[in-house]
Each structure stands twice: as structure tokens, then as C-alpha cells.
């Protein structure tokens, strides 16, 4: 599963996941060290009552993500 922010979003919709669109693959996508992963072409869709919930926690990646780039 993935899911992807609108980018005309407001601040406080990154932590409704309501606000987010969503996809899903039938398939596994199997991601390998150094490996490439092919070209997937996906439609997002609006939550439905019916999907998967996907838990994310964005203030957490965000803080790990401008961690590693103060180290650089």
C-alpha cells in the first residue's frame, strides 16, 4: 500500500489520514540493497470505507529525516 499527501493541502491535513490519497499493488514489489525497482504506474484514490488502515507517523520521519541532514 502507499499513500500521497494532495499537494494543495493545509499543514494539518499530513496528519489526517483521512486527507490522503491511496493506492495499492495486487502484486509484491520486492526492493533489493543497490537493487533498481521498475517503473510502477499507480492511480490514487480518495479513502474508502474499505481500505486498509495505514498508520504513518510523520512528525517522527520528519524529525529522523532533518536529523540525518543536519548531519550532513
Same mark, same amino acid.
Given at each position: ?23 495499492? /499493488?495486487?502484486?509484491? =514489489?520486492?526492493? %533489493?540493497?543497490?537493487? !533498481? *525497482?521498475?517503473? @510502477? ?15 504513518? /507517523?510523520?512528525?517522527? =520521519?520528519?524529525? %529522523?529525516?532533518?536529523? !540525518? *541532514?543536519?548531519? @550532513?
Amino acid at each position: 500500500m502507499a499513500t500521497a499527501i494532495p499537494w494543495e493541502s493545509k499543514e494539518r491535513d499530513f496528519l489526517l489520514h483521512h486527507a490522503s490519497l491511496r493506492t495499492r /499493488s495486487h502484486k509484491p =514489489l520486492i526492493v %533489493n540493497p543497490n537493487g !533498481r *525497482v521498475e517503473h @510502477q504506474m499507480v492511480m490514487l484514490h480518495e479513502p474508502r470505507q474499505d481500505d486498509t488502515p495505514i498508520l504513518v /507517523s510523520l512528525p517522527l =520521519l520528519m524529525n %529522523n529525516f532533518l536529523k !540525518r *541532514v543536519g548531519q @550532513q
